[in-house]
């Protein structure tokens, strides 16, 4: 009796400790910093860093839409306003692509002056916007300048940044990154409407418009992407990193793919919050302002993951490091 009793108690606390390492692993996954995944490319190294810059609380409504999706944008945008309940916070990650040409940044983060005033005078009614939309916490040293900075590099050894689209939480550090930037040109032009602060992030930014380069392109179907997506704009001699013009999410959203040894890296931004997400009976965000849209493209990026050794690569999921390396080793 007594070692029954005994060796229940050691067991209670096997588990007990095993929660706990569970949830603690879970909490540190807002808090990784910078994390490395080594692959290659033609036989030569290619690193991907995925660079936390602080984490975001949405609504729920924002998260997962409240309203049927047949509903117009601005009524589903109003409900996210109204919502009172919130998702618990999820990561802004940035990436860094250091590929035999170049190093490229896809998105540029949080920002810490979130919460201070005086850095939204050229703004101050999409101050009060944003902050209804979102509680963002980006301590300094999570900035993407101090990230970079952390790794040993300057602005002028990033090549080209690539914004999956404009939201606040994918443009803060633009300004301080001074490098030329691919967009969507229907996110410049609708950047009152989708949340965009441009006064804030944007001004002085070389915006290279993405829509526009595409036109003239060989049409050829080179790969599945160029069939399902259309023709993408390629960055690099060897077309390893290719942008897309993917509307949905916003009017000028993107999709860049990396072409790696190993398989084909999307960087889908926030097209989807976690890559089980594209499903057809899952439910999809509610800021995504066009969901009919969204649906198709998330057909075709399932088509591209049957077709093909894949990985999505969401801008907000968890844990994105370990994936990757997971899918790589397969």
């Not at 007594?2 to 588990?15: A, C, E, P, T, V």
């Not at 999706?69 to 998702?87: A, C, G, N, W």
């Not at 493209?297 to 050794?309: A, C, P, V």
Request: charged residues 20%; aromatic residues 8%.
């Amino acid at each position: 009796m007594l070692n029954y009793q005994k060796n229940l108690f050691l067991g209670i606390i096997l588990s007990l400790f095993i929660s706990y390492k569970t949830y603690s692993q879970e909490q540190n996954n807002l808090g990784l910093g910078i994390e490395k995944n080594t692959l290659s490319i033609n036989g030569n190294p290619l690193e991907i860093f995925t660079l936390y810059t602080g984490n975001i609380q949405i609504h729920s409504c924002h998260y997962e839409n409240c309203k049927k999706e047949k509903s117009p944008y601005i009524l589903r945008f109003l409900k996210i306003l109204k919502d009172t309940s919130h998702v618990e916070p999820i990561p802004i990650n940035v990436f860094l692509i250091k590929h035999p040409e170049g190093n490229f940044v896809i998105d540029a983060g949080g920002d810490p002056q979130w919460y201070d005033e005086s850095s939204w005078e050229c703004e101050p009614f999409s101050r009060k916007i944003a902050q209804k939309l979102a509680n963002v916490n980006v301590k300094p040293e999570e900035s993407l300048e101090s990230r970079l900075k952390q790794l040993g590099l300057k602005n002028s050894d990033i090549k080209a940044a690539i914004v999956t689209h404009l939201h606040f939480d994918h443009t803060a550090g633009l300004k301080k990154l001074n490098a030329p930037t691919y967009v969507g040109k229907g996110d410049i032009k609708n950047g009152r409407i989708i949340g965009s602060v441009p006064c804030k992030f944007l001004d002085g930014v070389k915006l290279i418009q993405v829509e526009p380069l595409l036109k003239g392109l060989n049409t050829e179907k080179q790969d599945i992407g160029d069939s399902l997506l259309g023709a993408g704009l390629s960055l690099t001699k060897d077309n390893a990193i290719k942008v897309y013009s993917t509307p949905g999410h916003t009017p000028g959203s993107l999709t860049i793919r990396v072409r790696t040894d190993q398989g084909d890296l999307w960087f889908v931004g926030d097209i989807t919050f976690e890559d089980t997400q594209i499903e057809t009976n899952s439910k999809v965000a509610g800021i995504h302002f066009n969901i009919k849209e969204i649906r198709k493209l998330h057909k075709n990026l399932k088509l591209i993951l049957s077709r093909t050794n894949s990985i999505l690569i969401p801008a907000h999921q968890v844990n994105t490091s370990q994936r990757i390396k997971t899918w790589s080793n397969k």
